[in-house]
């Protein structure tokens, strides 16, 4: 009788071992990799304390969201706007305690600078002159009545319309008089109007 051969397996090209290890190892890799990231995924587009989608209109802004987009209006807002022969650096109004507002305005031809006041309680304005003295208080000039300074009219009417109240200050205990002071001379502060 033949001796029988043992069935031997065909022998598999040394090359293509590795790269079945390799693919077993990519897998599981995989595997364990799209666990944590598939959870994270399931989770994307949902931030932390928004409602989950089809509760809101995604046009609908939330107040805290308004808020923000506000204030990134505000910041690309053009930093001088224009009234009559005047520009106002917009974003440089300062105000002061008695509620006087001030920034730089740039009037005429040929320009002239200078630091403009406008205190809204009275509707009126004051410029300071090239010594550094402040003006009169006066109701603002139309482009009508004047051709240098016309148009801020139009300035404290954007101002005063737009303008966030001025926060009241504390209570102190001391008696203090009332009535409405005059505005005096406008001394600039940190607060934005």
């Known amino acids: 009788m033949p ?74 807002a053009p930093r001088w706007k224009s009234f009559g022969s005047c520009r106002y650096d917009w974003t440089a109004w300062r105000i002061s305690d008695g509620g006087v507002r001030t920034t730089t305005s740039i009037c005429g031809s040929p320009e002239l600078t200078s630091k403009v006041a406008v205190h809204c309680d009275t509707l009126r304005v004051s410029h300071q002159s090239s010594q550094g003295t402040w003006g009169e208080w006066r109701l603002p000039l139309s482009q009508e009545e004047s051709k240098s300074e016309g148009g801020e009219d139009l300035m404290v009417a954007n101002l005063c319309a737009n303008a966030k109240p001025i926060p009241t200050p504390p209570a102190t205990p001391a008696a203090t008089p009332t009535g409405t002071p005059k505005p005096s001379s406008p001394k600039p502060a940190a607060a934005r109007p």
Do not use: F
Request: glycine share 12%; no cysteine.
């Open 3 to 76: 001796l029988k051969r043992p069935l031997q397996r065909p022998k598999r090209h040394p090359r293509h071992q590795p790269g079945l290890l390799g693919t077993l190892m990519g897998l599981i890799a995989l595997a364990l990799a799209v666990g944590p990231i598939g959870a994270g995924l399931a989770q994307v587009g949902t931030p932390s304390g928004v409602a989950p989608a089809g509760t809101a209109s995604p046009n609908q802004t939330s107040a805290k969201e308004q808020v923000l987009l506000d204030k990134i209006r505000q910041l690309k």
